[in-house]
């Protein structure tokens, strides 16, 4: 599960990088709400890695435990079309977080994610989350309402646009972003 | 907000329909992993309600802060398309919640939810979360937990529909469920 992180640049905890996550912070959607020391045990429990431009860091169909949270640099999220050819789905730049919906179900990746430059990101997987919430409820609780909020946010935005491609089947215009 | 609540029939807390909810257990998603005991308590969260055929019990577009679990009955969820009139986009029976994404964010609902029966339901709103949360410190992040659950799953069934929708923007098969 996950195994392609053992061939990823360990960067260690997150706590070097609480300087980075503030200065993106307005880009932290997970974050909303979190004051300094919050960010700060948050970030104790993240594993950091960098990669080159072109790691898929995240492969569709492949079992996985973890959200990633976008430190620095570009990625691409790719979904196999009903040809068998990957479809671009969405972008992410640095704050924004992908795979959040495999650390919560642990079923197969929605999407892959490609690395477009070198990037720099932290991981945040089931046993941390379970970690976080059994060290710290408080903060355990407010990181869970962010996720549903996270999820619900996007959940609303693939409705309304499933409901707008179906009543307009010919439409062309820009995909939201999915992943 | 929901003031509609008011003009409906009150059956009190959720306590007396603890039984009712057992019957029904394996359809109540939200309660999987629950025992008996951890039912009680959220019970008592619950503010339930008796509403005939035909009524309106979510409004789409209206403001809203409370999920509803459906106990007795069958409703019909619907969505105004880009015409203006209410398309059916799904149906729920006993055990479905419903409403959950104005729950957690109190933004206006998606779509509305019409009693094609009489129908029994129990509410949940936010400040009865935020209650069980503080009062039930480990029941309120299992429920959080059931929650993103939820509202999870959904995001991978309409996602991948609509994946599937925009590479055969012809198909006209059955629409999944929605709301």
Not at 130 to 154: E, F, H, S, Y
């Amino acid at each position: 599960m996950d195994g392609h992180l053992d061939t990823f640049e360990s960067l260690g905890k997150g706590t070097p990088f609480v300087a980075l996550m503030r200065a993106i912070i307005e880009h932290i959607r997970l974050f909303e709400d979190f004051d300094d020391s919050e960010i700060e045990i948050v970030a104790q429990y993240l594993d950091c890695y960098r990669v080159p431009t072109g790691t898929k860091v995240i492969h569709e169909g492949e079992q996985g435990d973890f959200m990633l949270l976008l430190l620095d640099g570009n990625m691409e999220i790719a979904r196999r079309g009903s040809d068998g050819f990957p479809v671009k789905i969405g972008h992410a730049g640095p704050g924004k977080t992908l795979g959040e919906m495999s650390l919560i179900d642990g079923e197969p990746r929605f999407a892959s994610c490609i690395a477009r430059s070198e990037c720099v990101f932290g991981i945040l997987n089931r046993s941390s989350l379970t970690q976080i919430i059994a060290d710290q409820p408080r903060l355990g609780v407010k990181l869970m309402m962010q996720l549903l909020l996270l999820l619900n946010q996007r959940l609303r935005l693939v409705s309304a646009e499933l409901v707008r491609t179906m009543s307009h089947p010919a439409s062309d215009t820009e995909r939201p972003p999915l992943a």
